[in-house]
Structure formats: C-alpha cells, structure tokens
C-alpha cells in the first residue's frame, strides 16, 4: 500500500520560503510521475506542480511558475517543493501526490501552509 508523509509546512511571512518534503513507501517510487497538489479553505484540489519518474522533466501552475520548484530524489524516495516568495493566495493544506494525482488514496495527509503577517 502507498504511503505518503507530507512535512515542513508552517506559518510564514509574506516573501518568505519554505520547503516541504515528502516522504514516499509502499510503491516503486522511481518509476512515478509524482505532484504537489494544495487545497485552500472551502476551495477544491488545485494541482500545483509535476515532476516526472526520472525528474529531468517539470511542470508548474502559472500561480506558481518561477516561484516554486519541485525535485525528488530517487535513491531516498523523497519529494520536494521549494517554496519562495510566498503570497498570502499560496495558504492551503499542501499534498504530494503519486499521479494519477486525483484518484482516491493516491495521496498524503498534507502540510498546512500559512502565508500571513
């Protein structure tokens, strides 16, 4: 069974940075595409950034282009997302996600980020 533990959100500034990592088991997870999808309040899932199997390829939202960036690492099956310049638009309970990133079950718990002064 896929596992999926979301750490390192928090309560941060405007401008500030984050990390947020994403500890992955149950699966091969070499072999996945892999998301950061968040969900603000009384908002539905909105997917935030895709990194493929091998990570030579990324994708983002335009919310968050140029601000975020995603990255994993194989050998210790991890997820990441570096987080700068955060607005208060970016708060939201933050998840990693195996793709297909909408199917039940595919992923964490999720990290609560708060962008606030």
């Known amino acids: 069974e896929a596992q999926l533990v979301e750490s390192g959100g928090g309560l941060v500034q405007p401008g500030g940075s984050l990390r947020l990592s994403c500890a992955a088991s149950g699966f091969p997870f070499s072999t996945y595409s892999m998301n950061w999808v968040r969900q603000a309040p009384g908002k539905g899932l909105e997917w935030v950034a895709l990194?493929?199997?091998?990570?030579?390829?990324?994708l983002y939202s335009d919310s968050v282009k140029g601000r975020f960036t995603i990255s994993r690492d194989n050998a210790k099956n991890m997820l990441y997302l570096d987080m700068n310049d955060l607005k208060t638009e970016d708060t939201a309970m933050y998840y990693c996600a195996k793709d297909p990133w909408r199917q039940e079950g595919n992923r964490g718990q999720g990290t609560q980020v708060t962008v606030s002064t």
């Open positions: 990194i493929f199997s091998t990570g030579d390829t990324t």
